[in-house]
């Protein structure tokens, strides 16, 4: 059965600074792996999908990797900003689009 | 904007009722998936729909149904309702190019259920 964990699960940072969230998996059997971003009480939000045969995707100030092999996947948040808090989700496609999520990081950007 | 609307944002239903939550997928996508997302955790998969049939369930029991209609509207179907039920319901929708991988999943703002 395939589980996933992100790590923290929470993070709270000033203004600017660089962070990485992390997010692991259990079985390396995945058709892709995709970064939703979800604000409080709302739907979520595609930041960036990264099909299994590739090594990381970029957008913008996101930048995302994927280590398949050792079931591990980062999202790079470059110079952060306010607007960037929210919850992050990971979640693996095990095939035809069911997708496994993790239980999130909630970030807090500070001025 | 994602294209996926979700109705009704909210609702209140008493323990052992139904209810009928409802969703219009994007024009053109074949595949509607429904998740469970409790406070505080991940959404989990409850079914899918590929072309109007069901295409995979997961962890969750018979009184949870669903439909998937020609025009890209979809229903989930809970009966029978216990307080565990209390969650975001979120309808997530996209084109499956192929029974085995696909493109960007589209969700919905989702319907938050409270049983009482």
């Known amino acids: 059965k395939q589980e996933v964990t992100q790590i923290p699960a929470a993070l709270s940072v000033p203004e600017g600074e660089n962070l990485v969230l992390n997010c692991s998996f259990t079985?390396?059997?995945?058709?892709?792996l995709q970064w939703f971003r979800q604000d409080p009480g709302k739907g979520l939000t595609s930041l960036l999908l990264?099909?299994?045969?590739?090594r990381e995707q970029t957008s913008g100030r996101l930048n995302a990797s994927l280590d398949k092999s050792s079931g591990r996947s980062t999202l790079y948040i470059a110079a952060s900003q306010p607007g960037d808090s929210a919850t992050y989700l990971c979640?693996?496609?095990?095939?035809?689009?069911?997708?496994?999520f993790g239980t999130g990081t909630r970030l807090l950007v500070s001025p | 904007e994602t294209g996926v609307t979700q109705s009704p944002t909210h609702l209140i239903k008493t323990r052992g009722q139904q209810v009928t939550l409802r969703c219009s997928s994007q024009?053109?996508?074949?595949?509607v998936s429904w998740y469970q997302q409790a406070l505080g955790q991940g959404p989990q998969f409850i079914f899918q729909?590929?072309?109007?049939?069901?295409?995979g369930r997961g962890n969750f029991p018979p009184r949870f149904s669903g439909l998937q209609f020609p025009n890209y509207s979809s229903e989930l179907n809970v009966n029978a309702l216990e307080l565990d039920d209390s969650a975001l319901y979120l309808c997530?929708?996209?084109?499956?190019?192929?029974?085995?991988?696909?493109?960007?999943?589209?969700f919905g703002e989702g319907s938050w259920l409270t049983v009482v």
């Open positions: 997530a929708s996209s084109f499956l190019n192929d029974r085995s991988s696909g493109n960007t999943i589209y």
């Open positions: 979640a693996v496609d095990t095939g035809f689009q069911k997708l496994v």
């Open positions: 079985d390396s059997a995945i058709y892709n």
């Open positions: 024009s053109g996508h074949n595949t």
């Open positions: 729909y590929y072309r109007e049939e069901e295409n």
């Open positions: 990264i099909q299994s045969s590739q």
